[in-house]
């Protein structure tokens, strides 16, 4: 007699194994905080978890052996496409999430995000679909956006204010400022002492107002995406000297020492006004911030395929704390408790606006300081067209 004998230990071993997997499977099934469905391949509900229950308010029984498209609270179109998902996932293996709004048979408004998986359970390849209620989430979303629109239609209010009351105000701080000027220019040896002084202050305070104004109407232009360049060939030497003698004034009152380092002519598409902002607001800074007696020094040079343009002064000088604020919105750095005779008046508006205009124009523009009392430069260049 021949006997055959088989060892099956390793079998059972293996059978007590997947026994302890399935019944941990099972109970991360029903303990999970997610709604869990699992489907087979035709849509039929094979198995739900008792979260999915207790959003449905229904036995189990109801709802086992149903099509899925037999769930009531999901909307048909919506239905059709996650069944076209499901043949998606059954080919690729995954899906997208998706998110929808659904209403339970308590009525109950819920946002569900729904993530698919395929599983194998005994021997059976099955859809897992993992619903988890992101009501919360989907409401603080909501209520962001309600307050970002909010907030969008203060600040256009904001800007069309500033936007209109800039607008107004230039033209009438134009002609005050020039009919200064000019009053000034023409009558100052006939003016006593009095008044005299009186037409300084008018004419200070005139061009920090106009300086105030325009930057101000720019700004918020470039932050309304409004701010566009007209280019023309210009002589940018030409606009340079133009600029310093717009202030003299202020220069000669200063007791200021200006020199102008360039060739005879240096032509360059740009716009014009723009870079006269540009060279106004950083020779303001200049003159605002060097004492009596000091000296500024202005450089124009052609590189390879760009101007350089250079201004710098023997003022109070940038530390690097004070680096940080440069060319920021309302960068203004204070500096009233300095024991020197420097203007510390302005919005910090100038060098932010500047820099806007540089890179506009393609260009670049930083500052150099060796700190407190060592003076300033600021460099930008424009690529010559």
């Given amino acids: 007699m021949l006997l055959i004998s088989k060892d099956i230990s390793k079998n059972k071993i293996d059978k007590q194994i997947l026994r302890k997997l399935e019944g941990v499977y099972r109970k991360l099934f029903e303990s999970s905080p997610n709604m869990i ?8 509900i094979i198995d739900i978890n008792t979260q999915t229950l207790e959003f449905l308010n229904l036995e189990k029984d109801i709802i086992i052996g149903k099509d899925i ?20 996932l059954l080919n690729n293996g995954y899906i997208n999430s998706i998110e929808l709004k659904l209403e339970s048979l308590r009525n109950e408004t819920k946002w569900m995000n729904i993530q698919g998986s395929i599983v194998q359970v005994k021997n059976k390849t099955l859809i897992q ?11 603080a979303e909501f209520l962001i956006r309600k307050e970002v629109k909010k907030l969008k239609d203060l600040d256009q209010k904001k800007t069309d204010f500033v936007n209109r009351a800039s607008h107004e105000l ?12 000019l009053l000034y220019k023409l009558y100052k040896d006939e003016l006593n002492e ?3 002084e009186l037409l300084k202050i008018a004419l200070r305070s005139g061009a920090r107002l106009k300086n105030l104004i325009y930057n101000l109407f720019d700004v918020s232009k470039i932050d309304s995406y409004n701010f566009k360049l007209t280019k023309h060939r210009i002589d940018l030497t030409k606009i340079f000297r133009d600029c310093i003698e717009d202030l003299s004034y202020l220069i000669n009152n200063n007791r200021l020492k200006v ?3 360039c060739p005879k002519e240096i032509f360059i598409v740009v716009d014009q006004f723009k870079i006269e902002e540009v060279i106004s607001n950083i020779l303001m800074n200049s003159i605002k911030n060097t004492p009596s007696g000091g000296k500024i020094f202005c450089n124009l040079k052609r590189k390879d395929n760009y101007i ?8 109070i000088g940038i530390t690097k704390e004070e680096m940080k604020k440069l060319f920021t919105k309302f960068g203004k750095i204070e500096r009233r408790s300095l024991n020197v005779e420097i203007d510390n008046e302005g919005s910090g508006l100038g060098l932010y606006l500047s820099k806007k205009i540089i890179t506009l ?10 700190g407190r009392n060592k003076g300033t430069k600021i460099i930008f260049t424009l690529p010559l067209n």
């Fill in 37 to 44: 469905i699992l489907i087979d391949s035709n849509a039929e």
């Fill in 69 to 88: 498209s037999e769930l009531s609270f999901i909307p048909a179109e919506i239905l059709q496409n996650l069944k076209k998902k499901f043949r998606k």
């Fill in 129 to 139: 679909l993992i619903i988890q209620d992101i009501t919360t989430r989907k409401k």
């Fill in 170 to 181: 230039k033209t009438p701080i134009s002609s005050i400022y020039g009919a200064c000027q």
């Fill in 194 to 196: 009095e008044a005299s």
């Fill in 259 to 261: 020199s102008l380092d």
């Fill in 308 to 315: 350089e343009v250079s201004i710098k002064d023997t003022g």
């Fill in 361 to 370: 124009h393609e260009g670049q523009i930083w500052a150099e300081s060796e």
